[in-house]
């Protein structure tokens, strides 16, 4: 299934909130005709905007190319959290690699948060930046590990910007009685997403990057040739940065990088006294279920929530309605609350969750695979490709060399295997 095609109209944002109150740009063209460039940079989300961003700065001819429009993705459809760490703890990484690489991908995932700190305070990105990231328990034997964790970042890790969060604070903090505490880090934060990425792709255009709509790479070769339908590109240099969206265009990558839908949905605006009954200080919100459920509020007071289960990859009907269901059990006080907008969008994760950091060939790099945990990490890959194109790939390897496992049956299984799977997790967040 063309995953660029089967739940959205071609060339145009989704009907979601974000598109509604963002800028847009202008449309940048199709490519055409044959031209040839540095780094040619395939997806116009974050981790593509961010590498082709990075290189124009450092001087490189860039192209980037985008089969829909930048932003059309993930990058700005997501629920905007902007948080530390990497999808799995720390606990789990030092089980997968040493200690030292341990310390450095915790390292790194602060240098990411910070990075979009400093892109938002550089070029004046309009995105609406709020500090805190709640993570909510919703069984009462997750909190002893969570407040463990919080103190082993603090003690082992020197971060101490994360602290325990108890039963009574919690429901202070996140007004609803579903949640038994869980930990508040105020070293993340939350962000209009759209907003965000088309501020990076302004910041690209005018850094120099040329920037191509509506450009599906058809096919990329190892030695840097890539061919739209009405475009071929010679580069020295590739850069994929697709995501959910690759699709076929590289096997190695659809191997170990899966698809998966994610809904949100946005209420009309609240009151300030029910907005912050809801969430008291403005903080986003994730809670422990593997078929997780995500919110915060909007500039605007709105409940903006994420969360429902998706057993393929056709969009539900009524989106509003699967995301409603589980938004009423964390808050059955917006029990007939109108929902304004409500979207979906694809992402990419892996089998461990780690990014997918790989060298298809000497002349070509791929960044995917986020599994959720994007906005910084995304925004920092590029970063790290940028560099490893200039020779530069310390920071690059730490990732690369953790193993992301194929997944089983590889592409061609994707939808059975995504039905067993959320059908086996979302009984076990029952339990």
Request: charged share 20%; hydrophobic share 40%.
């Amino acid at each position: 299934m063309d995953l660029l095609n089967a739940n959205d109209t071609a060339g145009q944002y989704p009907a979601s909130y974000y598109a509604a109150t963002a800028t847009p740009l202008n449309p940048f063209p199709a490519a055409a005709g044959a031209m040839s460039c540095d780094v040619c940079v395939v997806g116009g989300g974050y981790s593509g905007l961010s590498s082709a961003l990075h290189l124009a700065q450092a001087g490189y001819d860039v192209v980037l190319l985008d089969a829909q429009r930048v932003g059309f993705g993930a990058s700005g459809r997501n629920g905007g959290q902007v948080g530390t760490g990497q999808r799995i703890g720390q606990n789990d990484l030092e089980g997968l690699v040493d200690l030292a690489q341990a310390r450095a991908l915790w390292d790194l995932s602060l240098e990411s948060v910070s990075l979009v700190r400093d892109l938002i305070a550089t070029h004046d990105l309009d995105c609406g930046w709020s500090d805190g990231i709640i993570e909510a328990d919703h069984r009462a034997r997750d909190v002893p590990h969570s407040h463990k964790y919080a103190n082993k970042l603090r003690d082992e890790y020197d971060y101490d910007l994360v602290r325990p969060v108890d039963r009574d604070e919690m429901r202070s903090l996140v007004g609803s009685s579903s949640y038994y505490g869980g930990t508040l880090d105020m070293g993340g934060g939350h962000i209009h997403p759209l907003r965000f990425t088309l501020g990076l792709a302004r910041a690209a255009r005018d850094a120099g990057v040329r920037v191509y709509e509506r450009s599906k790479a058809r096919s990329v070769t190892p030695d840097g040739n890539v061919t739209t339908d009405q475009a071929e590109i010679s580069a020295k240099h590739v850069i994929l940065g697709c995501n959910g969206y690759l699709g076929a265009l590289n096997g190695h990558v659809a191997q170990r990088v899966m698809p998966i839908n994610n809904f949100i949905a946005a209420t009309e605006p609240l009151s300030e006294d029910m907005a912050r009954n809801l969430i008291r200080d403005n903080h986003a919100v994730a809670d422990s279920k593997f078929v997780i459920n995500y919110f915060r509020l909007s500039e605007d007071n709105r409940m903006l929530f994420g969360g429902g289960e998706s057993y393929g990859y056709k969009f539900p009907k009524d989106i509003a309605k699967t995301v409603r269901r589980p938004m009423l059990e964390i808050y059955p006080q917006l029990k007939g609350t109108k929902i304004d907008y409500a979207w979906g969008g694809t992402l990419g994760i892996t089998m461990n969750r780690m990014p997918h950091f790989a060298r298809l060939s000497d002349n070509v790099l791929s960044i995917s695979g986020y599994s959720g945990h994007g906005v910084a990490m995304a925004t920092l890959a590029g970063k790290l490709a940028a560099q490893a194109v200039a020779g530069q790939a310390e920071k690059f390897d730490i990732f690369s060399t953790v193993p992301t496992p194929r997944f089983p049956g590889g592409p061609r299984l994707r939808t059975p295997l995504l039905v067993l799977a959320m059908l086996w997790y979302s009984m076990r967040d029952r339990l």
